[in-house]
């Protein structure tokens, strides 16, 4: 059973740091690209970033400079640094993985609020 594990998220001031993580099983990681994609209440899930098999990068452009993405394909496991939060950063952040196939995860809320 393929499952994707968000963890990472939750309340961060303005201006401040959070690191959020997702752990992969059941699929062999390292065939597959990764991204995180965001949806903030009421709006339309997004691609934030996203790393290739390769490590090959993207970023929209409203995270540019402040979102690093990473992967450890000996751990499995996908990371999304985000500094320099801003409150339009809220959201909630998903994990997605794509082969032939893809998979998304459940889900980790970020609220940036002072």
Do not use: H
Not at 9 to 19: D, E, T
Not at 30 to 55: C, F, H, K, N, P
Not at 58 to 65: A, E, F, M, Q, T
């Amino acid at each position: 059973q393929v499952q994707l594990v968000e963890s990472g998220g939750g309340l961060v001031q303005p201006g401040g740091s959070l690191r959020l993580s997702c752990a992969a099983f059941g699929i062999i990681f390292s065939e597959y690209d990764m991204a995180w994609y965001r949806r903030a209440a009421g709006g339309q899930r997004e691609l934030v970033a996203g790393i290739s098999t390769e490590g090959n990068t993207k970023y929209r452009d409203s995270v540019k400079g402040r979102f690093t993405i990473s992967r450890d394909d000996a751990k499995d496991t996908v990371s999304l640094q985000m500094n320099m939060v801003k409150p339009e950063d809220t959201a909630v952040y998903y994990c997605f993985a794509e082969d032939d196939e893809y998979y998304w995860g459940q889900g980790t809320q970020v609220t940036v609020s002072s």
